[in-house]
Each structure stands twice: as C-alpha cells, then as structure tokens.
C-alpha cells in the first residue's frame, strides 16, 4: 500500500480525491492546507509520496529537496493545457506528472512506481530532487574547482580569480562562481559592477524553477575572452538566498555552460545553525558545504605567517571531516620575514609534523602585483603576466587541468638563458 499526502488546489483536489479512493493500491494519509503543512507531514515520516499543484505557494527547489531527505517523493498535479505549470515542475525536477482525467489505474501505477523509487539507492553525486539522473555531456566531464581556506584573508579570492583567469586565457572555457556568504569579493576584485544579479539570481531562479543553462548563462558575462564570472552576494546579509539546493542545482547547471567551474568558497564549514532550530532553517555555511561535496578537486589556501599556517592546519583537519575531495594544500604570501630565512623549508616541515602533508604548493608574497591588479580592475595574467605569483598560480591551474599550460618551467628556463649569456 503506497502513503499519500497531498498539496492541492480546490480546483482539482475534490477529484483526485475520488480517484484515490478507487485505486486500491493508494491511501490518502493527509490532505495539506499548505506547503508548511506539507513539510511537517512529510518529516514525520506518515507517508511516501506527496502529490502537488504547480501553483503551490511557496513550492521550491528547497522545499522538494526537504521532503526527498525525509524519504518523501513528489508527483505534480498539472491540467492538460496547463504548459506553464508543467514546465515549472520539470525544471523543478518533478518528473512524475499526472493529469486530472488519468483513471484509477494509470495514477496508480505511476504513484506506486514513484514510492518504490524512493527505497532504491542513489548514487551519491544524484540530485535527491530529481526523478531521473541528469545525464552526462559526452565527452570529458567538466570538473569543478573549490577554493577554500581557513579564515584571516589568506587569498583565497586571488588564487580562485588567477586560476580561472589562467585556464581562460588557455582556451579552456571557465566559469568563476562567488559563493562565499560571509564576504564576498570577486566583483571587487575584477572591477565589475557590484549590484550584478550574479549568484543571488541564479539562486532565486532556481528555487523557482526557472534556471536553466540559457539563464545562467544570462546571468554570467563574460569578464575576459573564455571567462564567465557569476558574483557574488552584494550584501553578506542576503545570506538565507543561497540555500543548498539552489546551490547544487547552479553548480550542475554550470557545467553545462563551460569547460570549467572555479569557485569561490567562504572560510566556515560548520553546521552549527541546524542545531538552533526546531524544523528546516536556512544555513549560512550551506554554499559552502554543498560547493565542497560537488567538487571534484578542492585547492586549500593557508598564510604563510605562524598565525595562518596555525589555522591551515586545523582547517585541513576539519575539512577531512565533510564531504569533499583530498585537498591539495597551497601556502599563500610565503617569505622569510614571516617564517625564517628559509620559508619554504619552515613551512613544509610544520605541516608535515603537524598536519602529515607531503605536498605543498607555495606561493610567493608579491603584494605589489596584487596591488596593482586591484587597484586597476585586472587579474594578475593581464597586470603582471610574468611575475613570480602569476607563474606559480599558472602551474597550480595547469595541475587542476592538464589543457592548461604551465608557464612556470618555460618561464625559469629561459631566465637561466639570459643569466648564461
């Protein structure tokens, strides 16, 4: 026997409550007021199918993805002539629609098929709101990139832009994306207009179900040839925009745009909020946490002071702890005058004493380049294309994406033909 709640207009509930009770293979558990109703319904685990009008007031993204956690699948009531609502709900992913002059059996069997789905595993990277995986562009899959670090500006925000600066100026097509909710910067840090629709947008169009790879796209300019940037939050307070399934959803999404997704996380990975409530709530961490469990390669950005290498090391043991890929450790602003006369040396021993890491990156202190690329709304491979950081963040790029070209060893080879001669 398949469990139903339901979520309807009056103008089509009367009927499908007639058409439920003929079916003998359904029991109609509840009949819900409203989406809150719903909600609550289906965290109590009473049912395992919720069938829905398209007008629903306040039926998201966010909403569908609450009742897959608890176990409850979706099925949308939509009119036959209705093409909006049906649009609506596919791009939300409800793939399972039924039409009010479907008999008995025909809903039947589409419910009681939509519940045993629901018991099935799942692959992990599948969106829990979807009925059907999204399937794959042939080809290589487009990878996407974190940035992330512990907290005291480290430049996770410049090694994030130069990277997908590098890639683009490589020919491979890149989408930066701005999820940080605690600071946002890219904008900034480009020059570009800060009141953008950017993530916020996407965001919204999504919760709506009206993001699709054209609007995001829309919503993504292109900052330089091959490089799409989709901003930040204008506001740190807008926060409760960036739900996590909004958020998974523009990173699937974005994949399809480009050759490459870089992304810009915020420093906290804590989930902490959940715990302050009684039901679902927004949680300010959940960009974040939902950019690093897409990922497919994670880039930890760490100061080269005592202070930042102290917070390196405990943010690498902390992100071991969520969904996420292996990291791949950069130290930021290395120099003697933070870490001794011999930087490199220093820093690769701590880490390795302390947080066993073998492989470190290290990026040279170079705050007269970053200065000048701010300061003149460029990347550092338009305002210093030779300088020591760009070449180091070339070679960091080449390493996520073997159809970037490291610049690094051409660059110091011909260094030692000039000394020679």
Same mark, same amino acid.
């Given at each position: 026997?398949?469990?139903?709640?339901?979520?309807?207009?009056?103008?089509?509930?009367?009927?499908?409550?007639?058409?439920?009770?003929?079916?003998?293979?359904?029991?109609?558990?509840?009949?819900?007021?409203?989406?809150?109703?719903?909600?609550?319904?289906?965290?109590?685990?009473?049912?395992?199918?919720?069938?829905?009008?398209?007008?629903?007031?306040?039926?998201?993204?966010?909403?569908?993805?609450?009742?897959?956690?608890?176990?409850?699948?979706?099925?949308?009531?939509?009119?036959?002539?209705?093409?909006?609502?049906?649009?609506?709900?596919?791009?939300?992913?409800?793939?399972?629609?039924?039409?009010?002059?479907?008999?008995?059996?025909?809903?039947?069997?589409?419910?009681?098929?939509?519940?045993?789905?629901?018991?099935?595993?799942?692959?992990?990277?599948?969106?829990?709101?979807?009925?059907?995986?999204?399937?794959?562009?042939?080809?290589?899959?487009?990878?996407?990139?974190?940035?992330?670090?512990?907290?005291?500006?480290?430049?996770?925000?410049?090694?994030?832009?130069?990277?997908?600066?590098?890639?683009?100026?490589?020919?491979?097509?890149?989408?930066?994306?701005?999820?940080?909710?605690?600071?946002?910067?890219?904008?900034?840090?480009?020059?570009?207009?800060?009141?953008?629709?950017?993530?916020?947008?996407?965001?919204?169009?999504?919760?709506?179900?009206?993001?699709?790879?054209?609007?995001?796209?829309?919503?993504?300019?292109?900052?330089?040839?091959?490089?799409?940037?989709?901003?930040?939050?204008?506001?740190?307070?807008?926060?409760?925009?960036?739900?996590?399934?909004?958020?998974?959803?523009?990173?699937?999404?974005?994949?399809?745009?480009?050759?490459?997704?870089?992304?810009?996380?915020?420093?906290?990975?804590?989930?902490?909020?959940?715990?302050?409530?009684? /039901?679902? !709530?927004?949680? +300010?961490? =959940?960009? &974040? %946490? #939902?950019?690093?469990?897409? *990922?497919? @390669? $994670?880039?930890?950005?760490?100061?080269?002071?005592?202070?930042?290498?102290?917070?390196?090391?405990?943010?690498?043991?902390?992100?071991?702890?969520?969904?996420?890929?292996?990291?791949?450790?950069?130290?930021?602003?290395?120099?003697?005058?933070?870490?001794?006369?011999?930087?490199?040396?220093?820093?690769?021993?701590?880490?390795?004493?302390?947080?066993?890491?073998?492989?470190?990156?290290?990026?040279?202190?170079?705050?007269?380049?970053?200065?000048?690329?701010?300061?003149?709304?460029?990347?550092? /491979?338009? !305002?210093?294309? +030779?300088? =020591?950081? &760009? %070449? #180091?963040?070339?070679?960091? *790029?080449? @390493? $996520?994406?073997?159809?970037?070209?490291?610049?690094?060893?051409?660059?110091?080879?011909?260094?030692?033909?000039?000394?020679?001669?």
């Amino acid at each position: 026997m398949t469990t139903l709640l339901t979520a309807l207009t009056h103008r089509h509930e009367a009927h499908l409550v007639e058409v439920l009770g003929a079916a003998r293979g359904l029991t109609l558990v509840r009949r819900c007021a409203d989406l809150a109703e719903l909600l609550s319904a289906g965290a109590a685990g009473v049912a395992r199918v919720a069938v829905v009008s398209p007008d629903l007031r306040g039926l998201d993204r966010d909403a569908l993805r609450h009742l897959a956690g608890h176990g409850v699948r979706v099925a949308g009531l939509v009119a036959a002539d209705d093409e909006e609502g049906e649009r609506r709900l596919r791009q939300l992913g409800v793939a399972t629609l039924l039409h009010p002059d479907d008999g008995p059996d025909a809903i039947e069997a589409a419910l009681s098929a939509l519940a045993d789905a629901t018991t099935s595993r799942r692959p992990d990277d599948e969106d829990p709101t979807q009925d059907d995986p999204v399937p794959e562009a042939p080809g290589r899959p487009t990878p996407v990139t974190v940035v992330w670090g512990p907290t005291g500006a480290p430049g996770r925000t410049t090694v994030a832009v130069t990277v997908a600066a590098a890639l683009a100026a490589d020919g491979v097509r890149t989408l930066l994306v701005d999820l940080d909710t605690w600071g946002a910067s890219v904008a900034q840090v480009l020059g570009l207009v800060d009141e953008a629709p950017g993530v916020a947008a996407a965001a919204r169009a999504s919760e709506q179900g009206t993001l699709d790879v054209p609007a995001l796209a829309r919503l993504a300019p292109e900052a330089l040839p091959g490089l799409r940037v989709l901003t930040g939050l204008p506001r740190a307070d807008r926060w409760p925009e960036l739900r996590t399934a909004a958020v998974e959803d523009l990173l699937r999404l974005a994949r399809g745009i480009v050759d490459h997704v870089v992304v810009d996380a915020g420093f906290a990975i804590e989930d902490d909020e959940e715990l302050s409530y009684d /039901t679902a !709530a927004p949680r +300010r961490n =959940a960009a &974040t %946490l #939902a950019a690093l469990e897409a *990922a497919d @390669a $994670l880039v930890v950005v760490g100061a080269a002071d005592p202070v930042g290498l102290q917070r390196l090391v405990r943010a690498v043991q902390e992100v071991a702890l969520v969904a996420a890929p292996p990291p791949l450790v950069v130290v930021n602003k290395v120099r003697a005058s933070a870490a001794g006369p011999r930087p490199e040396r220093t820093i690769r021993d701590v880490l390795g004493r302390f947080a066993g890491l073998e492989e470190v990156r290290m990026l040279p202190w170079a705050p007269d380049d970053c200065d000048e690329a701010v300061l003149t709304g460029r990347t550092l /491979t338009e !305002a210093r294309p +030779r300088g =020591a950081l &760009t %070449l #180091a963040l070339t070679a960091l *790029a080449a @390493a $996520l994406d073997p159809r970037c070209a490291d610049t690094s060893t051409t660059a110091r080879h011909g260094r030692r033909r000039r000394a020679a001669v």
